[in-house]
């Protein structure tokens, strides 16, 4: 079984938290263990050390090339808007596994 240690990053972490808790929900569901949790963008540089992947907000999807800098190691990504702003956790989950390949 794969399991997944995720990152969502935005300005202050709170929105993202919402959408940790539906990506979380659709885990369990699909029997998938995984790690989600949510950060400021601020903390990327630490928290992404640990990470399979880091997801940002689409409301900082202007920082993902610092991101990517900080992290050089690490898959980053926007967050889909559409799937964000639905807080369509088992949608952004796929776009995880797409990306990771598992």
Same mark, same amino acid.
């Given at each position: 079984? %794969?399991?997944? $240690?995720?990152?969502?990053?935005? !300005? ?6 919402? +959408?940790? $808790?539906?990506?979380? *929900? %659709?885990?369990? /569901? *699909?029997?998938?263990? !995984?790690?989600? *949790?949510?950060? =400021? +963008? %601020?903390?990327?540089? *630490?928290?992404?050390?640990? !990470?399979?992947?880091? +997801?940002?907000? =689409?409301?900082?999807? /202007? #920082?993902?090339? !610092?991101?990517?800098?900080?992290? =050089?190691?690490? =898959? ?6 559409? %799937? /964000? ?7 952004? +989950?796929? #776009? ?7």
């Amino acid at each position: 079984m %794969a399991k997944f $240690n995720i990152i969502l990053c935005c !300005a202050m972490g709170m929105s993202t938290s919402m +959408l940790c $808790n539906k990506m979380r *929900e %659709a885990a369990k /569901y *699909e029997g998938i263990e !995984a790690t989600i *949790e949510a950060h =400021p +963008l %601020a903390a990327v540089e *630490e928290v992404g050390k640990t !990470a399979d992947i880091i +997801l940002l907000g =689409p409301q900082v999807r /202007y #920082q993902k090339d !610092a991101v990517i800098a900080k992290c =050089p190691n690490k =898959p980053v990504d926007v967050v889909d808007m559409s %799937a /964000y702003g639905m807080m369509d956790g088992k949608k952004v +989950l796929a #776009q995880v596994r797409k990306i990771l390949g598992r």
